[in-house]
């Protein structure tokens, strides 16, 4: 990594709005700070919520937050499945909303190990290529299964047709499926917290310390990356530091 693009090293916690893609964020954040730039873990354009963005060199300690657990918020459409489990996608298949008594049944299948068909639309490469483009090619694939943890499945508010849920699942939980295997898709998503940082602490403009972010990960987190890399890593910290804020030069 060449020197200019070591600094500014730290984490930044952005509240993403719907509409933008991840990766578009990624991008502002570069174009502010001139360092290298990378994330902890991306959600869909129509989703919004935490990111953790890394910079600088603090990109280098992107294994000790990419399998951090996420808290998430969502409205399920009972009514109706759709190609992308997300209000983005073409709908598959309507039908009656199940009953309370039903629903409650099906979200306690839900709990625990579970494992579900990764979405069509996802990132992940099926033969080499990524799953979404083959899905914008119109080329059915089998997609595989993938098994999850989740902790928590609560209902926080119930209609005839949409439920609200709040979730506490392990890194790598899709919640489309979740929606999907209720009969429904997502109508909003929002991620709420990541390991331990909450959306509430999100701020564009501040910079975490890489030493006070390590600081805050179970031990199995941060031993994921050296020891030594990640000595080289806190050599690069500047106290004090407030970033550009988005709008900013």
Do not use: N, W
């Not at 993403?16 to 959600?43: D, I, Q």
């Not at 625990?112 to 899905?135: D, F, N, Q």
């Not at 910079?207 to 890593?233: D, I, K």
């Amino acid at each position: 990594m060449p020197p200019r693009g070591r600094k500014p090293a730290g984490i930044v916690l952005v509240d993403k709005p719907g509409g933008p893609s991840s990766f578009a964020l990624v991008a502002e954040l570069r174009r502010r700070t001139g360092a290298r730039t990378g994330h902890a873990g991306t959600l869909d354009p129509f989703a919004t919520g935490l990111l953790v963005l890394l910079s600088g060199g603090a990109t280098k300690l992107g294994p000790c937050f990419i399998g951090l657990d996420k808290r998430y918020i969502t409205d399920v459409d009972l009514r109706s499945t759709t190609t992308t489990g997300d209000p983005e996608g073409s709908v598959v298949a309507q039908q009656e909303p199940p009953g309370e008594a039903e629903l409650l049944q099906r979200l306690e299948h839900l709990r625990g190990e579970v494992e579900l068909p990764i979405p069509a639309t996802s990132a992940v490469k099926i033969g080499g290529e990524r799953a979404y483009r083959l899905a914008r090619r119109g080329t059915a694939v089998e997609m595989p299964l993938r098994r999850s943890q989740v902790y928590a499945l609560d209902v926080i508010s119930y209609s005839s047709d949409t439920v609200r849920l709040e979730l506490h699942v392990s890194s790598g939980t899709y919640v489309r499926s979740l929606a999907a295997a209720l009969g429904g898709h997502c109508q909003t998503l929002r991620r709420t917290a990541v390991g331990p940082f909450a959306v509430e602490e999100a701020d564009p403009e501040r910079l975490l310390a890489p030493s006070a972010a390590l600081a805050r990960l179970p031990l199995e987190a941060v031993g994921r990356v050296p020891a030594g890399v990640r000595a080289a890593v806190l050599a690069l910290e500047e106290p004090g530091v407030r970033l550009p804020g988005p709008g900013g030069a």
